[in-house]
């Protein structure tokens, strides 16, 4: 099978299959065309995979252009932001990265060439005028008092607004198409407005801003863009689109082409409402694990082989749908059981006693069961030790396979013990286990034949590392939270749970954001912001299995 027979079809292959099999393009060209005024979420990567991945697969290119005619809500961080997560998930743009402020001059230069051919004219109308007289999907709008101004008037007016002779909100430029359209989008859209705010790229060189419609056609024209492809709610928008191309003077016709866009169980998807997670500190920042940031995500440890992965799995069609959360987290869990390496950490410690230990020794332990590749690590076996609490109980019906008093149970990768008495404080809580261990069953059953089921991690008590172990959640209660009235109140307070944990002594080296399976606890990184050597911070990415799945059965 050859790789493009191996590669999944949909939509947009088959348009680009038939435009390079018809001659209307020899290549293709796209573009991931982000506006920075956020950092990029899960949703962005679908998009990020699709374009860069269509332009790796045809041998073609694709841009990476800012949309940054904005200012008032954009930040040189968001910049940087973008990209660092588009080269973390394995993708390079083609050439020099591309700002819509690098057409400023271009795209005026467009404004005009309409003006003078009739087609648009300076409004003064005030923005709540302009929206009452935009009419509704009932009504028709209505005509602006302003719109039948002369061509030397506007340009004179246009030169007006650039020169700063307008206050914001005073003025603007409008295209003249109709109000009396059954979409909304072309009833005389504003395609210039006054802002006197610097800009990240261009300072103050400008106080009149394009609008995204006016300035993303023309962009993609001006970089030769052949396939231009955007998510469903610009569906209406193409007519603006295909307009403005129509009605000036430029080689190149793109086309835009629309899929649905990425909808996420237990996330919100709108920057509106993830800013507002932030400047709210409902969340500690865009990055913060539980976030559905592709930051958020890298910080929690997944890799961008799963959320590549993920993006191939959910496909690119033109259906609304909504995603399951445990799709994502199945992507994770199979790349880190193939990849990462095993350790053992306690969570909820109770100390262990092993009373007939004499000496201290250093066991060799496989990093991964079924990879020999991955070596082994030296893990210290000590008189005393950490279990975890769940893991041991005075009494237990069969079912249970750990550690039950006047019973056995094997410490993985090293020996079988017994629990022959328990401490207890005054409450009742048990405080330590007094054990045994049987020193002729390292790597191997005991010699008198006895069977001993149970298996239970450890971590030596006085040689293990204490750290903090962030429990992360899903962020939200409820499946659709942008559904709720108030969204921010379906978070789930249960969505981060710290423990003081302990942890065998080789993860002080552990490399930040790495992916480290803790036995039979789940998948964990060290955290690459918190984290040192002196207070060591682990995250969970995901659990050993989806137990929100039973959750949502119920």
């Known amino acids: 099978m050859s790789e493009a027979e191996a590669r999944p079809s949909n939509f947009i292959r088959q348009i680009i299959d038939k435009d390079l099999a018809d001659g209307k393009h020899t290549g293709i060209h796209t573009r991931f065309p982000?506006?920075?005024?956020?950092?990029?979420?899960?949703?962005?990567?679908?998009?990020?995979?699709?374009?860069f991945g269509l332009a790796q697969d045809y041998q073609g290119q694709c841009n990476l252009r800012f949309d940054d005619t904005n200012p008032a809500k954009e930040d040189i961080e968001y910049v940087e932001s973008i990209k660092e997560d588009v080269n973390w998930l394995g993708f390079k743009w083609d050439g020099d990265i591309c700002y819509s402020s690098n057409y400023f001059d271009a795209l005026y230069g467009y404004a005009v060439e309409l003006i003078e051919k009739g087609l648009a004219y300076v409004d003064e109308l005030t923005p709540d005028e302009i929206r009452e007289y935009r009419g509704s999907l009932k009504e028709p709008g209505k005509n602006s008092p302003y719109r039948d101004r002369s061509v030397e008037e506007n340009l004179a007016l246009f030169e007006k607004m650039r020169a700063g002779g307008f206050e914001e909100g005073k003025a603007c430029l409008r295209a003249k198409i109709d109000m009396a359209s059954s979409f909304i989008v072309m009833r005389d859209p504003v395609i210039y407005r006054v802002r006197f705010i610097e800009h990240h790229q261009?300072?103050?060189?400008?106080?009149?801003?394009?609008?995204?419609?006016?300035?993303?056609?023309?962009?993609?024209?001006?970089?030769?863009?052949?396939h231009s492809l955007c998510t469903l709610e610009f569906q209406d928008n193409r007519r603006l689109y295909d307009w403005v191309l129509e009605n000036i003077t430029i080689d190149c016709q793109p086309h835009q082409y629309e899929f649905s866009r990425l909808n996420l169980e237990y996330t919100v998807m709108s920057k509106r409402k993830l800013n507002q997670l932030v400047t709210e500190k409902l969340v500690n920042g865009w990055d913060d694990p539980r976030m559905p940031t592709i930051s958020g995500l890298r910080r929690r440890g997944f890799t961008p082989g799963s959320i590549r992965e993920f993006c191939s799995r959910i496909g690119v069609t033109k259906q609304e749908n909504m995603i399951e959360f445990g799709s994502l987290?199945?992507?994770?869990?199979?790349?880190?059981?193939?990849?990462?390496?095993?350790?053992?950490?306690?969570?909820?410690?109770?100390?262990?006693?092993?009373?007939?230990?004499?000496?201290?020794?250093?066991?060799?332990?496989?990093?991964?069961?079924?990879?020999?590749?991955?070596?082994?690590?030296?893990v210290p076996f000590t008189r005393e030790i950490f279990i975890e609490a769940d893991d041991f109980?005075?009494?237990?019906?069969?079912?249970?396979?750990?550690?039950?008093?006047?019973?056995?149970?094997?410490?993985?990768g090293a020996y079988v013990i017994q629990a022959n008495r328990i401490e207890k404080d005054s409450d009742g809580n048990i405080t330590t286990i007094f054990c045994s261990y049987d020193p002729e069953t390292l790597g191997k059953n005991p010699a008198d034949g006895r069977k001993v089921k149970g298996v239970i991690h450890w971590v030596s008590a006085t040689k293990g590392i204490t750290a903090d172990i962030r429990l992360y959640d899903r962020l939200f209660t409820v499946p659709n939270p942008g559904a709720a009235d108030d969204f921010a109140a379906t978070i789930n307070p249960d969505s981060l749970v710290v423990k003081k944990g302990v942890v065998e002594p080789s993860l002080v080296d552990a490399e930040a954001g790495a992916g480290i399976q803790f036995e039979r606890t789940g998948y964990f990184c060290i955290d690459a912001k918190d984290s040192s050597k002196e207070n060591l911070v682990f995250n969970r990415t995901v659990g050993l299995r989806d137990t929100w799945a039973k959750i949502d059965d119920q």
């Open 393 to 412: 109980r005075e009494e237990a019906n069969k079912k249970y396979k750990r550690l039950v008093l006047g019973k056995e149970v094997r410490l993985r």
């Open 329 to 378: 987290e199945a992507c994770i869990r199979e790349d880190l059981n193939e990849n990462a390496p095993r350790a053992m950490a306690v969570l909820d410690p109770v100390k262990v006693i092993i009373e007939n230990v004499e000496n201290d020794e250093t066991l060799t332990i496989a990093n991964h069961p079924n990879k020999p590749e991955m070596g082994s690590r030296e």
């Open 202 to 226: 261009t300072g103050n060189q400008w106080c009149i801003y394009p609008m995204y419609d006016f300035t993303h056609c023309i962009s993609d024209a001006l970089e030769g863009i052949t």
């Open 34 to 51: 982000p506006e920075p005024n956020g950092y990029l979420h899960i949703g962005h990567a679908k998009s990020i995979c699709l374009n």
